[in-house]
């Protein structure tokens, strides 16, 4: 046996020694670390977290390895002024949101320049914005949101069925999705089998930490959003919001485009709207449906494919 070491943190790390006398696990300590003004690293590799989340990459392009292995910081100056700010607001992620939302940079348009690109084709300068898609929550959210059917109160516990119940074995194991208007993050989501919507729209994994979220482009996301009984539902809800606000068609579309889009529609685009719906009323009435649904279920049809839009999931 070698001699006794007292505990401690790795020299490299700063060395620093827990007391003699103490009892406990030293966790107190160690998060008294990580969380310390003089620890430069946790606020860095939070800064980047969030300047991630807006920008879709971070300043540092390996949010989980800031070491040797990782990639430098493109912007090693910006990164460190970040982190200043950061600490010195208190810690405060609502502050670094708004600073990094209000900066030129996130302002910028996401149209492609062919000079710039030709000199940093991966916008790892930041000459334009990146156009990113939606998460799945946000996803999620934003349809609900939309929709008028958001639940914005703060979520419970899970109806979960009594404990002895569940015969859990390895073989046997408990899955359930519970159905929910409130916001995603509210949402459970099993370590074992991911949310079916959260599935689709490439969730993160539950099992794994997950730095950067893999985005996939596929026929499934597609489908979903033209069949799923979800769309079908909120388009309903969103078809009854735009219908209760105003009395002419154009006004309706109009105030669709606002919500979904946040821009008014155009000349043109409201005459295809138009156009759409007068030829589904025709094929809701050949099928026999009930006169006084033409209205609202051509609607809904029309405000499905607004949510199932490139406008509406991606972030320009």
Known sequence: MGDEVQRGFLTILGGQQIPKDHRGSGREFLAGWIADAKNPLTARVMVNRIWEYHFGKGIVQTPNDFGARGKPPTHPELLDWLTARFIEGGWSIKKMHKLIMLSRAYQLASSDDAKNSAIDVNNDYLWRFN?????????????????????????????????????????TQFFAVYDTNRRSVYVMQQRLKKHPFFEVFDGADTNATTDTRAQSVTPVQALFLMNSPFMSEQSDQFAVRVGMAYDTLRERIDYAFRLAYGRAATLPEIREAQSYLRRTRAELTAIGAPVEQLNRKSLASYLRVTLSSNEFLYVD
């Open 131 to 171: 156009r990113r898609r939606l998460e799945a929550e946000e996803i999620r959210d934003a349809i609900l949101a939309v929709s008028g059917a958001l639940d914005r109160t703060m979520g419970g516990g899970h109806p979960f069925p009594p404990e002895p119940t569940w015969r859990f074995t390895q073989h």
